[in-house]
């Protein structure tokens, strides 16, 4: 029977509670006859929960709470103040005349006599003298002049004492002991002080309510969410279904349950929580119109008296633990591919094997079944040489130090030489058949890599110590570190040139400009050579990366790695090739404007060109004559100045004196 009234509630409107009468029982939907309160803090008449108690226990037939009865009761206690609304509330009661059982005009009580009186014994029974003392009032006022005085004393209250929350009597307040009378406080002031706790209760009351009618509206759209979700889960399958019908027919049942399963389970769950706001929301209600209806009606005396009764209500229901919000999301998640994908394996995975090894654009596309634990390595161009004039001279300047300084120190460790880092690859089985692998460590020593993202240089371990992708490897590390180091030696060259331009205002010669370009263009045709190479391997690495996904996605992202830095090694070889002819006009045109203001300059300048060519005579002679002429050439570079055949130190700018005769004598 518990239970019965949740269907109707669960399915009416919002707006049903706020216009429903709370002095009328939610049972036999008339006024509250007796009415009693469960623990829950609903209240019923008694008549509607007699013989409902059982073991002396008892169920709320709003939301089926269990309130055990005191011993000896077969009812919940009574509920005082909705027993005292209902009393304010009612017409004056029809109560017959004590003198003359009629019940015309307004009726009247005598206090003295505890009689009710119509309105003619009154004139007629009360005329005589012995009654001029006797206390006549309304039959109204009869109920409200009961909380005016002490029921043990029959005087008068005066005081309200705070801390029994009772109104005393002078005498009550006479037997109090002296530490009681300490708080006791006039009516006014306790009054004051009640109504203020009072309405921070409402207030608190009121937030509650406007969580709950949140909670319930969020409770609401979580159901059509869910439902709405589901729907789309179940189409989602359905299509995917549709798709792989041989193979996934058992697959989608399982699903189909799941999905299924988590619904009904969501919407338990959601319906429990919005059953019980249901429940509580009128409850909130009703009490926040009791405390409207209680407050308006009752006057210092009755709110005294029943004020904290109300209070010690809406503090246990504000301190109750309500579900406001739900504890689960309504997402409905079966992971549908995950699971059609581990169905479909055999079918799938030589398929997605060769679309993955199709372009080496996709290198993160992976079966379904495979997890890699990789570190991705995103790749950056930015740091290109710029062809612009001023843009170029100021980054060789900000480091002309740093080359300048490796330069003068070959032992030190260049700065872009990264620490290295050890990445372990799970162990594969290719072709179905479990391999032993035996790993080998691969350094890939990318100096110019490194400095374009900043990232350490990474030793990785394949598995198969020789392989076609191993032996590519090899050959490409030797090939790739030769590059590189002929493109970092030219690129010393080509800022030492600019610098002798720019900081050092040098006169360069042609010939060195002409054989950096020549160098340059060497490069360049290697580089393209070694391009070609790397792509003509690829045909077989697709072939050899066809027996392991794990070892496609190490090896072809690493081969990604080595194609761009081969690319981004040709960019960087044509700027610098940009660059060298730019340099070479900027020679061309200062040592023309240099012989025609400098004549002198210039002549130095091919005095020194044939000093170079002496020199180089010098060692021509040495390398083709017998070790004495070795000796020889060492005492004559090593001898006085006077025989002309070195720089005085005291005179710099003096030319050395070589001259034909000389070269004869050597």
């Known amino acids: 029977m518990s239970g019965d009234i949740l269907k109707q509630m669960e399915t009416s409107c919002d707006s049903n509670f706020t216009q429903r009468n709370p002095l009328l ?45 005191k011993e000896g009761h077969i009812l919940p206690p009574s509920d005082v103040l909705l027993k005292f609304l209902v009393e304010s509330s009612s017409e004056e009661e029809r109560v017959e005349c004590a003198n003359c059982d009629s019940h015309k005009g307004h009726m009247f009580f005598c206090n003295t006599c505890c009689q009710p009186l119509c309105g003619v014994c009154r004139e007629e029974t009360h005329k005589a003298k012995m009654f001029d ?63 203020t706790k009072l309405d921070q209760a409402v207030h608190s009351i009121q937030e509650l309510q406007n969580s709950v009618k949140e909670g319930i509206q969020l409770l609401r759209s979580l159901l059509d969410e869910i439902q709405q979700k589901s729907q789309a889960e179940k189409d989602a399958i359905l299509e995917l279904y549709e798709s792989m019908l041989h193979r996934i027919n058992e697959m989608k049942t399982q699903l189909l349950e799941e999905v299924k399963r988590q619904y009904y389970a969501k919407e338990k769950l959601f319906k429990a929580q919005l059953l019980y706001l249901n429940t509580l929301l009128p409850t909130l209600h009703v009490n926040l119109v009791t405390c409207s209806a209680f407050s308006s009606s009752a006057n210092k005396f009755e709110f005294l008296n029943l004020s904290f009764v109300l209070m010690e209500r809406l503090q246990s229901l504000a301190l109750q633990k309500h579900p406001l919000r739900p504890t689960q999301g309504s997402q409905v998640n079966t992971d549908h591919k995950n699971e059609f994908a581990k169905c479909l394996e055999p079918l799938l995975f030589p398929n997605l094997c060769r679309e993955f090894t199709s372009s080496t654009n996709n290198s993160n596309t992976f079966a ?52 290295t880092t050890t990445t372990t690859l799970p162990t594969a089985s290719s072709g179905g058949s479990s391999v032993t692998a035996s790993l080998i460590n691969y350094s890939i020593n ?10 350490s240089n990474s030793i990785i371990k394949f598995i198969d110590a020789k392989g076609p992708f191993a032996d590519h490897c090899n050959e490409f590390d030797v090939v790739h ?126 005095d020194a060109d044939h000093e170079n060519q002496i020199h180089a005579l010098f060692e021509q002679i040495n390398t083709i004559t017998n070790p004495d002429s070795q000796h020889r050439h060492i005492s004559m570079t090593s001898a006085p100045c006077n025989t002309g055949l070195c720089k005085p130190e005291k005179a710099p700018n003096r030319l050395p004196p070589y001259t034909d005769t000389a070269v004869k004598k050597s």
């Open 25 to 69: 029982c939610v049972l036999c939907h008339e006024q509250y006859d007796d009415p009693c309160i469960f623990a829950c803090f609903h209240s019923f008449c008694a008549r509607c929960l007699r013989g409902r108690a059982v073991a002396g226990k008892m169920k709320c037939p709003l939301c089926s709470s269990t309130t055990i009865l």
């Open 133 to 195: 003392r006797h206390e006549i009032i309304l039959l109204s006022k009869k109920t409200k002049e009961v909380h005016k005085r002490c029921a043990l004393h029959g005087e008068q209250f005066i005081m309200f004492s705070t801390e029994k929350k009772v109104m005393v009597c002078i005498k009550c307040f006479r037997d109090m002991k002296v530490e009681s009378r300490a708080h006791c406080v006039d009516l006014e002031t306790a009054y004051n002080q009640s109504c």
């Open 368 to 419: 379904p079944t495979v997890k890699l634990e990789l570190s991705k390595v995103h790749h950056s161009n930015n740091n290109k040489l710029t062809t612009s004039t001023n843009t170029t001279a100021g980054h060789q300047n900000s480091s002309s130090q740093h080359h300048h300084h490796h330069h003068n120190n070959p032992t030190t460790t260049s700065p872009n030489t990264a620490t």
């Open 446 to 455: 990318f100096n110019n890599y490194r400095r374009s993202n900043g990232k």
């Open 481 to 606: 570190r030769d590059l590189i180091q002929k493109l970092d030696h030219l690129k010393l060259e080509a800022q030492e040139l600019h610098r002798d331009l720019t900081l050092r205002r040098c006169l360069a010669k042609k010939t060195v400009i002409a054989d950096l370009r020549k160098i340059v263009s060497l490069l360049e045709e290697q580089l393209h050579r070694h391009h070609l190479n790397l792509e003509h391997k690829q045909p077989l690495l697709e072939k050899h990366w066809e027996d392991s996904v794990q070892r496609i996605a190490n090896e072809q992202e690493l081969y990604q790695a080595q194609l761009n830095d081969v690319n981004r090694l040709k960019q960087e070889c044509h700027h610098l090739s940009t660059i060298v002819m730019q340099l070479s006009s900027f020679v061309s045109s200062i040592s023309a404007v240099t012989e025609r203001i400098a004549p002198k300059l210039a002549q130095s300048s091919k």
